[in-house]
């Protein structure tokens, strides 16, 4: 399968000349089959340049939502394909306790938010995740509810024996006794992200940043870097990255994660046009 990264920005897009090698859009990702299937993981802003790129003879895109928080549903109406009766598009994505997903996406989907109801849109479908692992093509798709404020699920894709793991907006080191990491079974995504071939994961925050934002669902690149050591991933791609970074502040904390874990996992850096092959 093939991975491409459309957006990589966490909370709010921010374009401007200090952000043009990571990018500014928020959180997209694109995961080809070699059988031509496509999976677009969230629809952040980054989804709409994605959508100019997409063969034309595609006839059917699933896209798997993490969670609706904004940065990760903005761009969902100005996905193009979503306009084209010629394309069946299926959307993935959690429920709430009292909301179906459809509900859920059409109060961002009506007015006043956006002009065109979900309703009026020629042919969506609706699913709800967590479920029991699911196929789209050849992939094997794994959800799971992971911790981050408001229903949230991370992603397992397999495909040839291939594994790649979605976790943009995770918090598996939440209250940690003394900083020491407990048993598996009690590591929020540890099953989905075990072993993974490729591990796309929050590393929003500073050490020095996260100390007023414990709770808020989101990792630094020490936690990230550890979780990844926990699971057994072979390589992490850091996501989410936060507004306030720059490209000069994204490559030392990267540099830095490499020098500190480089026995655990290898890395590679979470930008914009950042392709891999798995």
């Not at 040839?160 to 990491?181: I, K, M, T």
């Amino acid at each position: 399968m093939r991975v491409t990264l459309f957006g990589t920005r966490g909370s709010l897009a921010t374009p401007g000349a200090d952000t043009n090698r990571y990018g500014g859009n928020t959180s997209t990702v694109e995961v080809f089959a070699d059988d031509g299937t496509l999976l677009i993981l969230d629809a952040g802003t980054g989804i709409r340049r994605l959508a100019t790129q997409i063969p034309p003879a595609t006839s059917r895109i699933d896209i798997l939502l993490t969670h609706l928080h904004m940065d990760h549903i903005q761009g969902l109406g100005f996905f193009r394909p979503l306009y084209d009766p010629g394309v069946d598009i299926h959307i993935w994505g959690p429920a709430s306790s009292t909301l179906r997903l459809e509900a859920r996406l059409s109060r961002y989907l009506s007015p006043p938010l956006f002009p065109v109801h979900l309703r009026d849109l020629p042919k969506v479908v609706c699913h709800e995740v967590p479920r029991p692992q699911f196929d789209i093509g050849p992939f094997r798709i794994q959800a799971s509810l992971v911790c981050h404020p408001g229903p949230t699920v991370g992603y397992r894709l397999e495909a040839g024996g291939r594994s790649v793991v979605y976790l943009p907006d995770h918090e598996p080191a939440l209250a940690l006794p003394n900083g020491q990491w407990p048993a598996p079974d009690w590591i929020s995504g540890f099953d989905l992200a075990f072993k993974a071939d490729l591990l796309i994961h929050d590393a929003q925050y500073t050490d020095e940043e996260y100390v007023s934002c414990v709770g808020w669902g989101h990792s630094t690149y020490r936690h990230a870097f550890e979780f990844a050591a926990q699971v057994g991933a072979k390589r992490i791609v850091p996501f989410h990255h936060d507004p306030s970074h720059d490209d000069d502040m994204l490559d030392r904390l990267l540099e830095e994660s490499i020098r500190r874990f480089k026995s655990s996992c290898s890395a590679a850096a979470g930008r914009e046009g950042a392709v891999f092959g798995i």
